[in-house]
T-cell receptor, first 113, second 110 residues
Framework: DSGVTQTPKHLITATGQRVTLRCSPR?????VYWYQQSLDQGLQFLIQ???????AKGNILERFSAQQFPDLHSELNLSSLELGDSALYFC????????????FGQGTRLTVV | QKEVEQDPGPLSVPEGAIVSLNCTYS??????FMWYRQYSRKGPELLMY????GNKEDGRFTAQVDKSSKYISLFIRDSQPSDSATYLC??????????FGTGTSLTVIP
């Protein structure tokens, strides 16, 4: 167990809908990272927050947004969902700003039908 | 062309073999290099990271970086069935931009 908790584990929703994925980092970790893993694109970095502030941005679509709350948990919001958004979404956390010592959660499997 | 290229395999080896996993990259801006192991239905697990050319050893694992050739490798000695997983290379640019390889599927046969 990495200590990073993601909920829900599975999510099935229809196209056009909006969902929120939640991540609780390891105790004491200030950075949270979001990744998308699909069969055709592999693992892609979406966004990083550090102590509540956006720190780095990757290939995150405009339909997606994230935030980190004062208690350091983070949420990834996905809206106007398309079939191609079906993927595993991982959250990772690290103590500092660099991902060299990050720990991943078990992921949320999103299926858009 | 992708910034990070990794042979997807699959790779199948007998127990005890030495395994070599490789990635190439095109952008010299990458500063940190990492290897992750991912078991089926699990999140990636960091194995090793390095930021300089040369070798870094941790138990049965050795990470090798050759910045002049833009090539990184992970060697697994005395491979075990429990090493069967997908191995992902990852690289970080200035500004914390992360890029992953597509992963190499490894099976170690008892």
């Amino acid at each position: 167990d990495s200590g990073v908790t993601q909920t829900p584990k599975h999510l099935i929703t229809a196209t056009g809908q909006r969902v929120t994925l939640r991540c609780s980092p390891r105790s004491g970790d200030l950075s949270v990272y979001w990744y998308q893993q699909s069969l055709d694109q592999g693992l892609q970095f979406l966004i990083q927050y550090y102590n509540g502030e956006e720190r780095a941005k990757g290939n995150i679509l405009e339909r997606f947004s994230a935030q980190q709350f004062p208690d350091l948990h983070s949420e990834l919001n996905l809206s106007s969902l398309e079939l191609g958004d079906s993927a595993l979404y991982f959250c990772a956390s690290s103590a500092g700003q660099m991902n060299t010592e990050a720990f991943f959660g078990q992921g949320t499997r999103l299926t858009v039908v | 062309q992708k910034e990070v290229e990794q042979d997807p395999g699959p790779l199948s080896v007998p127990e005890g073999a030495i395994v070599s996993l490789n990635c190439t990259y095109s952008n010299s801006a990458f500063q940190y290099f990492m290897w992750y192991r991912q078991y089926s239905r699990k999140g990636p697990e960091l194995l090793m990271y390095t930021y300089s050319s040369g070798n870094k050893e941790d138990g049965r694992f050795t990470a090798q970086v050759d910045k002049s050739s833009k090539y990184i490798s992970l060697f697994i000695r005395d491979s075990q069935p429990s090493d069967s997983a997908t191995y992902l290379c990852a690289m970080v640019k200035t500004g914390n931009q992360f890029y992953f390889g597509t992963g190499t599927s490894l099976t170690v046969i008892p």
